[in-house]
């Protein structure tokens, strides 16, 4: 019992400790592919260090919830990416959440996210908070039907379950699994306010959403700001990992030696993952916002299309 | 006992009325009347949770001299009766302890003070009837004294019509369920409740009962074309009206639909299951959507309203479905979903309306684009909105998520239904209410934070004032069983089992003695959640980083102007309006929905005047079903109205006229 | 027997084609339609060349050679050609909106699904998902053609319905050489004839946009 706490524990602080180390990696290979030299791979945890020490500046209309947000978004994204699987499988606390509740639990970060980003009572925050809530209006039932699809097909909502099935033999190569696999990867460039959707690196500010919702903030509350992004993007990732390449992931109780081949394997498919992301970034360019409405209204498409087509296979 | 107890408590509801009535001149009778209904409720409440969690209590009956000489009135409380009970007696205590408070602010309490306890005993009414004619007489009851309440103040424009309004589409939801008894009771003629139980009717007559009762409660509680009268009824009432409305009266509709198809009709057909979950989905959505485009407080909860109650329908549909395809489990937990939804919406709601009402006293407005930065001037009042708007957005840990929670997974058992219609519509529904979920979340961030976050827009935001401590201790007290509902659920998962019990047959599985308090709705392999974990490890998780960052980084803050950009403009003009927020969204949905458009009229350059933004949305419903309708029933009136002005000689023309008939007719007859 | 992997293996391609029908509803510029429909052509050559494996039916392999070099070669480049000399207007826009167009894409799809797979109750499974995912691209490929205002986009979705009928007969134990051969001419006999057309249109009109040419057609009211 002991033990499984500190396996959780452990989770938890590994997803927090490779959430930076991932975002630079990413912008190191988008600097290496557009041909410059890029940050240093360890930037992320500088820039942190740095906002983390400076003070803040509040503005005169900031109400106690512009305060508070940072925290709870923060505490929210961490406690879904602690549940997701990332090495092993059936943690002590993974029941506690499925995929429908994670889903939920970024719904209410980006919630206080929205609010915040109101505040103030700049029209930078409000139309951050406004685009955000279009995006995330289509974004979360896409993401939800991706969620049927899967739970359909394996038969539980939740993670463990779903990776067992997946690693088992019952599976095969479903068309409604690919198509599912597109959709997610379109809501998590979305949620990530990643490109095409939105420019993660940008500071112009009819392009920006995420941008947008925080460019009051500074200091602390901007670092913890930042870290929840971070830790979105490794959430998004270990999702994908664990449904859909749940390879090596180890099952809880099978020992040290289970675990660390977990971890090696996570790191592989982060690395992965992260190359690709890094790869689609360059090759694409930014969409007008209201296509991204017909982008993610696709996706949406594509995840209840991928829903009807599982009633379509393997019939007898 | 408790049945007894509980028509006491409506005869001094009636009493605490006449009171009303008597006194309402005089200094106290605010205060009396709302304090002799709080306890009067109180003591229902109890009455009904002690019935509910002691199910051997349940099943009794009594008969009254009173109404038709050979009928009587029969009165009987069952599960389904004791759950509805608690959730408008809750409801009804809540908007008493806010009225304590509000109603201070009343001009005119003559016509409110009356009229409020018969409204809450007409609703107390209607759910321990047992037989057609006292569900019909209390139903009737409670939509005439809801209609003087509505009418309180008259002489607002606007209130008017929407008391012609509301009165004409209670009359015609009455009708419905009036031809849906006589149905029922066959012709045979038998209308107590346990005499229809004993006959259910043949799959025709069961089809046409079932429409009748769709269109007979829908209409009450908000459904889909049916829903146009409750945006406008709903907040012209007194606020704790209008939260009484919203929160608990829909519920009573909501419990006269489950009364009538679960328990009086029979057996259901397959096709019930997606007709009822259709209708549900298609409600949910469009009432988000509405409610988006409304830049009226109380509007856009009216609409929310509509949303959450295609929620409830959807799970009832779906509760349908699988008892038509005998999956008692499923349909067990569709129907805990749907009911455990109707609950958590009358605490959510009604702590929303209270917030409005809040809003409305201290400010005197209700447009949102009147209002900002009342979280400086109301920092209470807009905690507790916060966790309301929370709870209503589904978010963990709050309790709107764990009713959503549970119609998921009830939507993922579709796989085992037979028919190939069910099994592509029920995801199709899921893909709806994930969509009203999402929206739901859209809304609430607009309603909260242009009223409460920003800066204040008018003279009359920036000098708000706290309400009293009655509306207060309302609101908090809402708040808090909000957060409750959400990270202990099990418990009110197992309150509701001898419900599914009765009506199903089937229970989930008891959640009481599961590890952390989890609740595992099918089985612990197949789903679980755990609110409580959650919202331990949330708040655990912000405390230890603040605390973290605040010790070993820098904890130092000072205020200044806001960035904006390097271009900070103090007007307060500039922040986003209601209407900005929601135009993406009524850009993407709305252009199609309500062929929303814009139009600019924008001065040339050098003329000084304003520019002006119109946007024009139309309701199609109104424009296709009910226009039309109107038109036709004006012009038969208008022509119908040459009968008032005949000559002596026309009216016995006509009576001859009909006579002669008659006898010709019965010529031919025999 | 065929194996399930190489079920779900065919399965998958003409599931693909029926998400790649479905993208070219989404595709609003003419250079993205065009190779959108290029794409369209391979995954049905590619299906039709996997049939023939697991079917061992090698006059299939000469379908999917006629599938990937006409219709996934040849003829967007010529349709690619046509637009540059014709100098078009390069956003094609639909008559409802793109998400509508998507919604009512998911309608036909589990309308064709719902309607073929109780009928075809008596065949094998390869069969009857080949039938369903080709009636549904056949649909999505009218769905094309009447919401969108665009000439070439409506010859687009002509000839992904033709993809969807090489599908159908596919999967229905293969179809004889010489149906399959008349019917590729035939196509680029019409798509000639069709180019030719377009020209004359160009010429004459300055546009192909559909909705104006309307009021050239000599019917007075």
Known sequence: MILDAFVQLGQMMVVLALAPLLAGYVRKLKALLLGRKGPPLLQPYRDLLRLLRKEVVLAHS???????????????????????????????????????????????????????????????????????????????????????????????????????????????????????????????????????????????????????????????????????????????????????????????????????????????????????????????????????????GAALMLGVLATLLLFVSRIA | MALEVLLWCNAALLAAGAAGLLLARRQGATPLVYGASLCITLVALVAAVVSLLAPGSLGATRVLPVGLPWLGAHFRLDALSAFFLVVINLGGAAASLFALGYGRHEETPGRVLPFYPAFLAGMNLVLIAADAFTFLFAWEFMSLSSWALVMAHHRRPGNAAAGYLYLLMASFGTLALLLAFGLLAGPSGGYAFDAIRQAPPSAGIAAVVLVLALIGAGSKAGLVPLHVWLPLAHPAAPTHVSALMSGVMTKVAVYGFVRIVFDLLGPPAWWWGALVPLVGGITAVMGVLYALMQNDLKRLLAYSTVENVGIIFIGLGLALAFEANEMTGAAALALTAALLHAFNHSLFKSLLFFGAGAVLTSTGERDMERLGGLIHRMPRTAFACLVGAAAISALPPFNGFVSEWLTFQAILLSPALPQWLLKFLVPAVGALLALSAALSGACFVKAFGITFLGRPRTPVASEAVETDRFSLAAMFTLAALCLLAGILPGYFIDALAPVGQALTGANLPRQEQLDWLTIVPIAQSRSSYNGLLLFFFIVLSASVAAEVVHRFASAASRRSDAWDCGFPDSSPATQYSAGSFSQPIRRVFGSVVFRAREEVDLPAPGDGRAARLQVRLRDVPWDVLYAPIARLVGFIAGHLNRLQFLTIRGYLTLVFGALVTLLMVLTVWQ | MIAPLALDVAHLFAGGLVLVSFMLLYQDRMTGLINTFALHALVVSLSVAWQAYIQHAPHLYITAAIALGIKAVVIPIALHRIIRRLGIHRTIEPVVGIGLTMLAGIGLIALSIMVMLPITAQAGTLAREDLSFALSVILLGLLMMISRRNAVSQVVGFMSIENGLILAATGAKGMPLVVEISVAFSILVALIVIGIFLFRIRERFETVDIHLLHEHRGEQP
């Not at chain 1, 685009?131 to 039932?141: D, N």
């Not at chain 1, 870290?227 to 809880?252: N, R, T």
């Open chain 1, 62 to 296: 900031a109400s106690w919830l512009f305060r508070v947000a940072p925290y709870l978004i923060f505490a929210a994204t961490w406690v879904a990416a602690a549940l997701v699987p990332t090495f092993a499988t059936g943690l002590l606390f993974s029941y506690a959440a499925d995929m429908i509740a994670i889903v939920a639990l970024l719904g209410s970060a980006r919630f206080m996210l929205a609010l915040a980003g109101l505040d103030v009572g700049t029209s930078f925050g409000g139309i951050g908070s406004s685009r955000e809530m279009m995006i995330a209006s289509l974004a979360e039932p896409a993401m939800l039907m991706v969620v049927f699809t899967v739970a359909l097909l394996a038969g539980s909502t939740q993670l463990s379950t779903i990776a067992a099935f997946m690693q088992g033999p019952g599976v095969g190569l479903r068309v409604s699994l690919a198509m599912a696999l597109v959709a997610l990867v379109m809501v998590a460039l979305a949620e990530n306010a990643r490109i095409p959707v939105d420019n993660p690196a940008t500071h112009l500010e009819l392009t920006m959403v995420h941008e947008a919702m925080i460019l009051e903030y500074s200091g602390r509350h901007l670092a913890m700001i930042e870290l929840a992004s971070f830790v979105k993007l490794l959430l998004y990732l270990s999702v994908i990992g664990c449904v859909f390449a749940p390879w090596g992931i180890a099952v809880s109780g099978q020992g040290l030696a289970a675990y660390l081949g977990g971890l090696a394997a996570y790191a592989g498919k982060l690395a992965v993952g992260g190359f690709l992301l890094a790869v689609f970034e360059t090759a694409i360019a930014k969409m007008r916002v209201f296509r991204v409405s017909d982008f993610l």
